[in-house]
């Protein structure tokens, strides 16, 4: 009797016992995979991290070398080492790639903010802006200019611009271009004003269904264009890669030993009755190390006859004070990218800006 009273006790206690090892290799195998887990994070941080002290110590190679081929020359232009493409340098366990673009071969949208008081609240006074440089773009109007299709204030010289560059390459946008170029001189200015019946102020995206504020202030990316009013995804893809933006600055001058025949079409947009094919071709005749000096560009045959006021001929320059360093870094099982916008100032280059991941 006694021991037939122990065998259902012993294969109890073999289930507890099963049990328990079932729940300690739970356990093992949670805890395991937890710290698994744990470690892949900190190998991708480290490589994050890798990658970013690399991608700066790229930056600071840019720096360098934007003041070695461009700073204190008489011109800038495509022949100097600065602007070579395609250069990669292998480093351990992945490469460093990059390019380097003068943006001042791109319409920089913050041109369109129109004229502003001297001081205005909000601005910012610490802007080390080319003040010379600053008041041509935003200059008065000429005795003559021409005004917006629906009336309203007067279009400088940068407007009128963009509006022929839009109409020209962007003729599939999906309002006006004159709308677009009011809409975003509101976005710009700091004022309440709408620049013409076809602007849009704070008034208008308050009535939105989910309402948002104008920046009402200078442009820190092109992005922003996403949110004008009424613009579309196929707008934005029209726009982006005619523009640029230069942040804290409303700098129009277009260096034109560095634009492409790409950009002809930007050209063009700025010389009223200068054709896009003419524009094209006196890119392609440019002399290799770019034109000496103005005097010399205006002297092209291409350009000759055209009535090219002394207010548009500020919007050109042979030399550049804004790049750009597009720089990706390649590890092994991850990439990392940083765009800095450096900037030419008393003999240094400084670092303006920096984004971190993809376009915008």
């Known amino acids: 009797m006694t021991f037939a009273s122990h065998k259902p006790q012993q294969g ?52 360098h070398l934007i003041k070695r081929t ?16 395609g250069a990669t340098f292998p480093v351990e366990q992945g490469s460093i790639s990059g390019k380097i673009t003068d943006l001042q071969s791109c319409f920089n949208l913050n041109a369109l903010q129109k004229a502003q008081e001297p001081v205005q609240p909000g601005n910012n006074s610490g802007q080390n802006a080319d003040q010379d440089q600053q008041q041509v773009v935003n200059a008065e109007p000429e005795k003559k200019p021409d ?36 809409r975003l001189t509101d976005w710009l200015d700091a004022d309440s004003q709408l620049q013409s019946a076809g602007g849009a ?24 264009l996403r949110v004008l009013l009424d613009m579309t995804a196929a707008d934005y893809a029209l726009v982006s890669p005619l523009v640029c933006v230069i942040p804290q600055q409303h700098l129009l001058q277009l260096n034109v030993n560095t634009m ?43 350009l000759s006859g055209l009535p090219l006021g002394e207010e548009s001929k500020t919007l050109f320059s042979v030399t550049s004070s804004y790049f750009q360093a597009e720089l990706t870094v390649q590890l092994a099982d991850s990439s990392f990218k940083l765009t800095s916008v450096l900037k030419v100032n008393d003999n240094q280059v400084q670092v303006v800006a920096r984004r971190f991941g993809g376009q915008g």
């Open 12 to 63: 109890v206690a073999l289930i507890a016992v099963l049990m328990v090892v079932a729940l300690v290799v739970v356990i093992a195998v949670s805890m395991s995979g937890r710290l698994q887990l744990q470690l892949q994070r900190q190998l991708n941080l480290q490589d994050r991290q890798q990658a970013l002290w690399l991608a700066l110590g790229a930056e600071e190679f840019s720096r």
């Open 70 to 85: 461009a700073v204190g020359k008489d011109t800038v232009n495509l022949s100097q080492e600065w602007a070579a493409q």
């Open 147 to 182: 005004s917006n299709a629906k009336g309203g204030a007067p279009q400088t010289p940068a407007q009128l611009g963009f509006q022929r560059l839009l109409e020209q390459s962007a003729s599939e946008l999906s309002m006006p271009a004159e709308y677009l170029v009011a």
């Open 201 to 224: 102020e704070e008034n208008d995206y308050a009535a939105l269904e989910f309402p948002y504020y104008t920046a009402n202030s200078l442009m820190v990316s092109k992005s922003e």
């Open 260 to 302: 492409t025949e790409q950009q002809a079409p930007l050209l063009s947009g700025l010389i009223p009755g200068l054709s896009e094919d003419d524009a094209q071709a006196l890119i392609a005749a440019r002399p290799e190390k770019g034109f000496e000096n103005l005097e010399q560009f205006f002297a092209s045959s291409q």
